[in-house]
């Protein structure tokens, strides 16, 4: 059973563009959540979505989104980046109920310059 | 809101030494609870987990038992190896809310020398 598959695994972008990263669950799986990990803050919760409906959401500002297809794969896109955004961004897939695990892929490291 | 608490590291073991890495959380109601680990340039994995009190997650040596009365969920191995060098951490995931979200703690690096 193939894991979680995130795109691309590096990202080097400048101040003010905009990013787009992918996530590919498990399949079967119809949760997929985004999380931010950064060497000051952690790991961060930034949203949820299931079955295409965002569930729940981190406390992130507006110029971050995502959005999940019928098919599960879910993207999140950064605009106007700023030099902070710099993090490894990290999406799960879990089987959708609480409390169940979530399975985490390899991660899109992101750099802003 | 949710929490959770584990120790600092850096923790530095020798090959074969007992490892304890202590956790506490703060929660409403009864949250699963994980152990994830984390490898240099790679996403987490999850090491092991318990859904109910006094539940015993335990994989590749590693244990955790599930203490409601002390919400603790500290992680332990017998004898580490060098391989287990990476970062843990400990983590929840409320059972109810309608929603799933994974709280996590700040992790705790360990290594293991030879």
């Known amino acids: 059973k193939a894991g979680v598959t995130q795109t691309p695994r590096y990202l080097i972008k400048t101040r003010g563009q905009q990013v787009t990263l992918s996530c590919s669950p498990i399949s079967g799986h119809r949760s997929v959540s985004w999380y931010q990990q950064t060497p000051g803050q952690g790991l961060q919760f930034l949203f949820e979505?299931?079955?295409?409906?965002?569930?729940n959401k981190g406390n992130f500002p507006g110029r971050f989104s995502g959005r999940q297809f019928s098919n599960s794969r879910s993207e999140m896109n950064v605009s106007t980046l700023e030099l902070g955004d710099s993090a490894l961004y990290l999406c799960a897939s879990s089987a959708g109920g609480p409390g169940t695990e979530a399975f985490f892929g390899q991660g899109t490291r992101l750099t802003v310059v | 809101g949710d929490s959770v608490t584990q120790m600092e590291g850096p923790v530095t073991l020798s090959e074969e030494a007992f490892l304890t890495i202590n956790c506490t959380y703060t929660a409403t109601g009864y949250p699963s609870l994980f152990w994830y680990v984390q490898y240099p340039g790679e996403g987490l994995q999850l090491l092991l987990k318990?859904?109910?009190?006094?539940d015993k997650g335990s994989n590749k040596g590693f244990e955790a038992t599930y203490r409601k009365e002390t919400t603790s969920f500290h992680l332990e191995k017998g004898s580490v190896q060098v391989s287990d060098s990476a970062v843990y951490f400990c983590?929840?995931?409320?059972?109810?809310?309608?929603?799933?979200?994974?709280?996590f703690g700040t992790g705790t690096k360990l290594q293991v020398i030879p």
């Open positions: 983590a929840l995931s409320p059972r109810s809310g309608g929603y799933q979200k994974v709280t």
């Open positions: 979505y299931f079955s295409e409906t965002q569930r």
């Open positions: 318990a859904t109910k009190a006094d």
